[in-house]
């Protein structure tokens, strides 16, 4: 029997923008299958995810942030605009695992 969902694209990403509480900052994060990374999409994302903020929204004030070892999304934020202001503290989920953040900001006049 014919399998007729061998087309169906896969997820490679996930990810989202957001007002980061009552800062006026909007605050995004995104994330590549591991099979995937390498390949420019998580700039691509969080770019488009950026443009729309703008467009449809008038942000102007962004941020982000990421575990101090994770040099990688430290390379995609940059490539956004955002530019290192402090040091904060990344926690898993369940708490289970904290270090050291470092933490970014981009404001568009
Ligand atoms: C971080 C992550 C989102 C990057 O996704 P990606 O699609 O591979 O990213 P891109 O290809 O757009 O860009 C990666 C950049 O980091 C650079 N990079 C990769 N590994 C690096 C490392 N160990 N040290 C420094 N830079 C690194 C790449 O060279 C590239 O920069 P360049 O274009 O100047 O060469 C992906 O690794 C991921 O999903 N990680 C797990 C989840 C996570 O940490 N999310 C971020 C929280 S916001």
């Known amino acids: 029997m014919r399998n007729n969902f061998t087309a169906v694209p896969k ?3 996930s990810g989202d923008i957001g007002p980061h509480g009552n800062t006026g900052y ?3 994060c995104c994330n590549i299958r591991y099979d995937c990374w390498g390949n420019g999409y998580a700039t691509e994302a969080a770019q488009a995810m950026m443009d ?3 467009k ?12 101090e070892p994770n040099l990688a999304s430290g390379r ?5 605009g955002l530019e290192f202001v402090r040091y ?4 898993k989920l369940d708490g289970s ?13």
Do not use: N, P, Q
């Open 11 to 13: 997820l490679i990403d």
């Open 26 to 28: 909007w605050r995004f």
């Open 52 to 54: 729309y903020a703008r």
């Open 56 to 67: 449809a929204f008038g942000v102007t004030h962004f941020c982000a942030s990421h575990a």
């Open 76 to 80: 995609v934020i940059a490539k956004c």
């Open 88 to 91: 904060g503290i990344w926690s």
């Open 97 to 109: 695992c904290k270090m050291r953040s470092m933490e970014y900001e981009r404001v568009e006049v």
